[in-house]
């Protein structure tokens, strides 16, 4: 069991408890027995989709910590009934795909200044976090921790002592990601760029903070001693932009300048260390990508 439960992250455990609660309360309410036939589970689709477009996938909560008491949810779960109910709940809804803006190189300049204004030690982290999740194409919660310490994991914290400056660039050890379940990790390398230069940022990042936090084993620290969480981390993103950027806006943003250079998308997708299927899926939503390295072909092309 104690394998099982280690099977999935600490937040996703949370989110199925979440949708497994809700099934179950639905059955209780509608006094129906917690046996997922189809019948029942379109039910439960129908009802929770008049209030809130993600029931449908509550269904992944309820199914982990059901299956085994109830062997035949997947099978249910597949039933034409209750696929039917899925489409037909989304097509109702037509909830419109809201997609985050990608960062732009600009906006790294911004908060950059705002940082050598201020002064901060946390302003020009967050600075530095920033041009290492756009060049990087991390993820932003690869840099900066959940809030929640039952949330913290020491597994996936980037190391100082992997944090090394060779022939003009720098490179630390990923510890994990999305696509890395198994913590064999990432180097990530980063060259000199022309604006918010991840290499010298890094270099001087690293200077400021040996000396606030010596021999400390996290690289990236607050002030504080902290470790950046996601609500400091957007206290900050959203002090200079709005609701159309989000935290995965600094990956898109980065795929994107890439693909303005005419990178291959072979090549973009190992920056961002996605597999082949999401790459694919990555791709359709988000077409400036592709875009740019039309543009980028273009630029290329010499002239008839």
């Keep these: 069991m104690h394998l099982q439960v280690n099977a999935i992250e600490k937040s996703t455990a949370l989110g199925y408890a979440t ?18 036939t189809p019948l029942t589970l379109s039910r439960y689709i129908a009802f929770t989709s008049r209030h809130i477009a993600s029931g449908p996938k509550y269904l992944s909560g309820a199914r982990h910590y059901l299956r085994d008491v109830f062997p035949d949810f997947d099978a249910n779960r597949s039933h034409p009934l209750v696929q039917a109910t899925i489409r037909g709940s989304k097509k109702i809804r037509a909830d419109p795909v809201r997609r985050k803006l990608p960062l732009r190189v600009v906006h790294l300049v911004s908060f950059l200044q705002l940082a050598r204004v201020s002064g901060s030690y946390d302003d020009f982290l967050f600075a530095v976090i920033l041009s290492c999740c756009f060049y990087g194409c991390h993820r932003s919660g690869e840099l900066i921790q959940r809030d929640g310490k039952s949330l913290f994991d020491w597994r996936k914290v980037i190391r100082r002592s992997s944090l090394t400056f060779v022939a003009g660039r720098a490179q630390y050890h990923l510890p994990y990601h999305k696509s890395d379940p198994f913590y064999r990790g990432t180097d990530i390398l980063f060259t000199a760029q022309d604006s918010a230069d991840p290499v010298s940022l890094l270099r001087e990042y690293a200077v400021r903070r040996d000396q606030v936090h010596g021999s400390r084993p996290a690289l990236f ?10 609500s400091w981390f957007d206290r900050r993103f959203f002090s200079l932009l ?11 943003g980065g795929a994107t300048f890439y693909a ?6 072979d090549v973009i ?3 961002g260390r996605w597999s082949s299927a999401a790459w694919k899926i990555y791709i359709r939503d988000n077409p400036t990508v592709r875009a740019e390295q039309q ?4 630029r290329r092309r010499p002239p008839s």
């Design 242 to 252: 709005g609701r159309d950027f989000g935290g995965h806006s600094p990956r898109a």
């Design 221 to 230: 620290l607050r002030e504080d001693g902290s470790h950046p969480t996601r």
């Design 19 to 36: 949708g497994a609660r809700d099934y179950i309360n639905f059955c209780l309410n509608a006094k129906l027995p917690l046996d997922p």
């Design 269 to 271: 997708q190992a920056l």
């Design 295 to 298: 543009l980028a072909s273009l």
């Design 260 to 265: 303005s250079l005419g990178l291959s998308e």
